[in-house]
């Protein structure tokens, strides 16, 4: 590493480089010799070239974020330089692996194409002049991101409810610390975690219901949170105000409509389509009902609640049977 570096920018930059990280952390204990070995790097560091024309990168690097625009990348060696740790430890991250592989080929830019360029950042190693921090404005992670990731977009996002509550992307990606899960989220399979222990971690309530009577196995790691919930943009429940059906319908095909006989809530033209008679994480009632027995149906057909056959439930018996659409019954007996 520091070969390569010392061969593209030149062993005076690097003292000048490591002198004025030094200073600037106040190491030394003298604080005499500190004072004029500092005076002393000043100036060489006003000798020495420390800006050297950027790397050349293209593709989408070339729009990485910038604090200012007329800073120029330096390339993720240099940061090495003064984030030794970081660097080395960006060999047991796959994106970050790739992304500096990518940098060497002269494509991405590794460091920088999320920390944006870091020419003023190398000059005055101050943190103000690099993204880096996410306790004040996150926002340069997503923007970062989207430059790459273009399957993903930025309006949308904007709008979801965990960036409009401060969540941002490194919250359920991990960037920096070894991948765990796929797609790079924070939960550790080797401990025997899955994807519902990330989101557990923040939605502590949400984890009941998933041990009710009748639930969705989520913990037997049948169905993930995000079969159902759209995690980067505001459809994360519902979509155009109401709740969503596609995802239901995407693993109980036989539940699609149409049907040569439909039943109105079922089609989701009246009420909210399944979740008018179903929860969707967990219940205590059979089947992830709403309600146990004739109570569902009456909510509704008020009118057979006398005088109409009076079983515990209206879909056993033979009766109700294909209550979500029937090709040969107009009652949905069959
Ligand atoms: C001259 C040495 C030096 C170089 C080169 C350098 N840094 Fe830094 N960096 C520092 C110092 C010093 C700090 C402040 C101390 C700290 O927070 O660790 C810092 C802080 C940061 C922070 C934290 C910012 C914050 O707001 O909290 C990030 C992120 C960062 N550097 C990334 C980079 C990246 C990416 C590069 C390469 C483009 C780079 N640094 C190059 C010295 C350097
Ligand atoms: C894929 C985007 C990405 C890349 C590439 C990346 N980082 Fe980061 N980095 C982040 C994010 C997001 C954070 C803040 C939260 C965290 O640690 O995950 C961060 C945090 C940091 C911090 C700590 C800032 C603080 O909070 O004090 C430093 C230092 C840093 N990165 C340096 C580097 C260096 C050096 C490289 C290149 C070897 C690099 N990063 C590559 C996204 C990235
Ligand atoms: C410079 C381009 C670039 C930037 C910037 C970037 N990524 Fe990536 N990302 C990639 C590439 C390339 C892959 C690898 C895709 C693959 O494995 O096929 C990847 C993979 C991923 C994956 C794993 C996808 C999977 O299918 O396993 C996640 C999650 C991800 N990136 C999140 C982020 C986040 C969050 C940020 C911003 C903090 C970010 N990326 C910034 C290029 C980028
Ligand atoms: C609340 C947690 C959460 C947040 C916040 C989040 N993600 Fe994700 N992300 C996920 C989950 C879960 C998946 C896997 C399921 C999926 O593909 O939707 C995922 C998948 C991805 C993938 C891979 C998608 C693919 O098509 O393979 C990328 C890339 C990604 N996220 C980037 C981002 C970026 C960029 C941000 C911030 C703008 C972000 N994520 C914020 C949870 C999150
Ligand atoms: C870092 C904490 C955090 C993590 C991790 C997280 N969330 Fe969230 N989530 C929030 C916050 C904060 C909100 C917005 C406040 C609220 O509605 O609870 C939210 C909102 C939501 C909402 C919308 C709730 C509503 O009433 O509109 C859903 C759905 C959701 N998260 C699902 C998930 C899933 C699925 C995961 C795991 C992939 C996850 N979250 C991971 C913090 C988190
Ligand atoms: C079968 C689809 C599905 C699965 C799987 C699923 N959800 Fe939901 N979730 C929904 C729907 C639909 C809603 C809207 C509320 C409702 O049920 O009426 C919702 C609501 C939420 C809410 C809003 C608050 C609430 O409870 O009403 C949170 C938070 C949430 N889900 C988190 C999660 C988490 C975490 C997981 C994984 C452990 C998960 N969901 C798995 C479909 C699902
Ligand atoms: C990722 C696929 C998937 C999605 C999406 C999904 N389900 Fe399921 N659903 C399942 C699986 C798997 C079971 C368990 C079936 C079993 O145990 O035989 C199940 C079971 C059910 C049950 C029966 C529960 C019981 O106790 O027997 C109902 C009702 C149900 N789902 C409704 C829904 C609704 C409503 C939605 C949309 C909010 C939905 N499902 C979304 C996969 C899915
Ligand atoms: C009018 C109320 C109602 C609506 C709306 C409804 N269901 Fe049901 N669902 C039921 C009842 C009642 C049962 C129990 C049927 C039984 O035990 O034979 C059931 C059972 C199920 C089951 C488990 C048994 C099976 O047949 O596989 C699944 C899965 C299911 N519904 C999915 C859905 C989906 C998906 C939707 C939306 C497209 C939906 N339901 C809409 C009332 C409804
Ligand atoms: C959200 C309201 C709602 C719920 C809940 C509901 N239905 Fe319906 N159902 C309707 C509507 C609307 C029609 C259309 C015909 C009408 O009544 O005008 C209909 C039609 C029917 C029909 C066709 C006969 C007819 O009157 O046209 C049967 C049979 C039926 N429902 C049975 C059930 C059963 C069994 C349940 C409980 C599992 C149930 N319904 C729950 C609203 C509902």
């Known amino acids: 590493m520091l070969r390569s570096w010392l061969h593209r920018y030149g062993g005076a930059a690097l003292c000048a480089l490591l002198a004025f990280g030094a200073a600037l952390l106040g190491m030394g204990d003298d604080a005499n010799a500190q004072s004029t070995e500092s005076k002393e790097q000043t100036k060489a560091a006003e000798q020495a070239p420390v800006q050297q024309p950027a790397p050349e990168i293209t593709g989408p690097a070339k729009l990485m974020p910038s604090v200012r625009p007329d800073f120029t990348a330096i390339g993720s060696e240099m940061c090495g330089a003064c984030h030794p740790e970081r660097l080395e430890l960006s060999g047991t991250v796959r994106h970050l ?21 870091g020419s003023g950042h190398l000059e005055t190693a101050d943190p103000a002049e690099i993204f880096g921090s996410t306790d004040t404005d996150n926002s340069w992670v997503g923007d970062s991101c989207f430059v ?19 969540v941002t992307c490194n919250d359920c990606h991990s960037m ?39 639930h969705h196995p989520v913990f037997e790691g049948r169905v993930t949170c995000s079969d159902c919930h759209n995690l980067h943009d505001p459809s994360v429940i519902e979509v155009d105000g109401s709740p969503m059906m596609e995802p239901c319908l995407k693993c109980h095909r036989d539940k699609q409509p149409p049907f040569a006989f439909e039943h109105e ?6 009420a909210d389509g399944c979740l008018t008679c179903h929860i969707s994480h967990g219940s205590p009632n059979q089947n992830l009902l709403r309600l146990p027995g004739r109570a569902l149906c009456l909510q509704c057909h008020t009118e057979q609640a006398a ?18 659409g029937s090709n040969a019954d107009p009652l949905f007996f069959n």
């Open 97 to 117: 692996r790739i992304l500096l592989r990518e940098e060497e080929k002269g494509r991405f830019g590794g460091c920088e194409a999320c920390h944006g360029r």
């Open 148 to 166: 790459c990731h273009t399957n993903l977009e930025r309006e949308p996002w904007l709008e979801s409810p965990h960036w409009m509550s401060g």
């Open 176 to 214: 920096h610390e070894p991948e765990s899960g796929p797609k790079l989220l924070k939960y550790n399979i080797a401990a025997g975690e899955k994807e519902c222990d990330l989101c557990f971690k923040c939605h502590k309530t949400s984890e009941a219901p998933f041990r009710a009577y009748s």
């Open 265 to 270: 809530p079922v089609t989701g033209d009246l």
């Open 307 to 324: 005088g109409h056959f009076g079983g515990t439930t209206c879909w056993s018996n033979g009766c109700h049977r294909m209550v979500h």
